[in-house]
């Protein structure tokens, strides 16, 4: 038989599987040829050893997943170049390649950071083909139409919601609990790195890219875990997905307005919220007046952009005070003077609001020596009791900001619960650990309520 030339990439598509069109690397130093495949589970049918496995089939496109069953061929173990044994599951399917189509074996290889979707081995070029590596997709050939078009049967189909977590770090421990909480409820979760998430804006056709150029298609809801750093462009995203219909666990609105703690703090005063006795001003001329306006040393000194504690200093003499608020002004940063509540010793609370019920709570203590309770700065963290007032305090405070998820920091004073601070994307990692609740998928069931979704 005449071989076939291919070129050092073509498009393959498993029929059998539902996969109609996936970029392979002809890789002739491979014998055996492989294919990307997450949630790899075998299970038993009719005494048989299966293997059911996901597949993302487009190259950066993690919203098109393609659920694959298939009798396990064979198990191998392989080394990997660190010297770990890993074992692989091996399955033989029907593969087709231009006019041909023939039994392929093929590796499971569970590593999302694949260059390609899929690698072709000698095994599978044996007899019929023959590589000329100058050349690419000799046979079939597809532009960005038509594959949408070859896949826009999965672009409709979905057992669960298309949930995008758009943040900055895939690796971040709150960022995979909410991935593995989303898939585990049967979503299909996708991570956006915010930074690389750019948008058209268009009254026609709005619409939302990402790196490398493929449109984003819509998704029933985003979860936006933005930091501190990107909150001003991260914000215009999520207004972006908004207004194309995506309902965000927490709006552009309300982060821009917890991130701004003059904002926050008059919003507090002016719900009658208590709070520490706060000051701002702009003039240095005003300085020693703003001091006395909140009782003098000790006191606490805010940047207006601040988390994990580290833009909070107190200054223990009115002299202190005074030389720390100029220097920061020096430099114009903004910054708030605050009531130092003593009687905390260096305890606070966070509680986790979700949708207006406080879903967990802890007491944060801080490090010998240090007021700040933050456990960025060395505090621990354990499961607190709290009381009704502070509860609806709690509660109030994430209302106010309009934050359907909102972790609550709350100080005791003497005067009773005051309120420290709102975050809007409060971390998952102390507050599960100190509460052994599962706050993720909390987080979960809070964005299907609000779509009304039903299994
Ligand atoms: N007025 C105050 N009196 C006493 N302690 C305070 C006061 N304000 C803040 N603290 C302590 O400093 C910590 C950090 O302050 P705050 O929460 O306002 O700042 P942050 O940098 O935004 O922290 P976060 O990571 O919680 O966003 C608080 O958790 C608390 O322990
Ligand atoms: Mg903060
Ligand atoms: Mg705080």
Redesign the pocket.
């Known amino acids: 038989m005449k071989k076939t030339i291919i070129g050092s990439e073509e498009w393959c598509s498993f029929e059998h599987f539902g996969i109609p069109a996936i970029k392979a690397r002809v890789d002739s130093g491979a014998k055996t040829s492989s294919i990307q495949a997450n949630n790899i589970k075998v299970f038993q049918k009719d005494s048989d050893s299966w293997v059911s496995f996901q597949v993302n089939p487009l190259q950066d496109n993690r919203s098109i997943t393609i659920l694959c069953e298939s009798k396990l061929h064979d198990t191998r173990m392989i080394k990997s170049s660190s010297g770990i044994s890993e074992v692989r599951y091996v399955i033989k399917a029907p593969v087709r390649i231009g006019h041909q189509t023939f039994d392929i074996e093929l590796t499971l290889a569970n590593r999302d950071t694949m260059e390609f979707r899929m690698l072709l081995g000698r095994e599978a070029l044996n007899s019929r083909f023959v590589v000329d590596p100058s050349e690419t997709f000799q046979l079939d050939q597809y532009d960005e139409n038509q594959l949408s078009e070859l896949y826009a049967a999965f672009k409709t189909e979905k057992n669960g919601l298309k949930i995008a977590l758009l943040a900055s770090n895939p690796e971040l421990y709150s960022n995979k609990r909410i991935i593995e909480a989303g898939e585990a409820r049967g979503h299909h979760m996708v991570f956006l790195n915010a930074e690389q998430v750019y948008m058209k804006l268009d009254a026609a056709d709005p619409q939302i890219r990402y790196r490398g150029g493929n449109i984003i298609s819509e998704f029933d809801a985003v979860i936006p875990r933005i930091k501190p750093s990107v909150t001003f462009y991260g914000c215009a995203l999520i207004r972006q997905f908004d207004s194309m219909g995506a309902y965000c666990l927490n709006s552009a609105e309300a982060i821009g307005s917890s991130r701004d703690?003059l904002l926050a703090t008059q919003l507090f005063a002016k719900h009658d919220i208590n709070i520490?006795t706060t000051g701002f001003a702009k003039s240095p001329l005003d300085t020693k007046d703003l001091i006395k306006m909140v009782n003098g040393a000790p006191l606490?000194i805010?940047l207006l952009e601040?988390?994990?504690?580290?833009?909070?200093v107190?200054a223990e003499t009115n002299k202190a005070a005074e030389s720390v608020i100029n220097a920061f002004k020096s430099i114009k940063t903004n910054i708030l003077v605050?009531?130092?509540?003593?009687e905390?010793n260096?305890?606070?609370i966070?509680c986790f609001v979700v949708q207006n019920k406080v879903v967990a709570s802890m007491q944060?203590q801080?490090e010998k020596g240090e007021?700040?309770?933050?456990i960025?700065?060395g505090?621990s963290a354990s499961k607190v009791k709290i009381t009704a007032e502070e509860r609806k305090l709690a509660i109030k405070a994430a209302k106010i900001l309009n934050l359907p998820v909102a972790?609550v920091?709350i100080?005791r004073s003497n005067k009773g619960p005051l309120l420290?601070?709102v975050?809007s994307s409060p971390g998952l990692e102390g507050i599960e650990a100190a509460t052994g609740l599962d706050i993720a998928n909390i987080m979960i069931e809070a964005v299907e309520k609000k779509l009304k979704f039903k299994r």
């Open positions: 703690k520490p606490i805010k601040s988390t994990q504690g580290k833009g909070v107190l605050q009531e130092f509540i003593k905390a260096g305890q606070d966070r944060r801080a007021f700040r309770a933050n960025h700065q505090g972790g920091d100080i420290l601070e975050n």
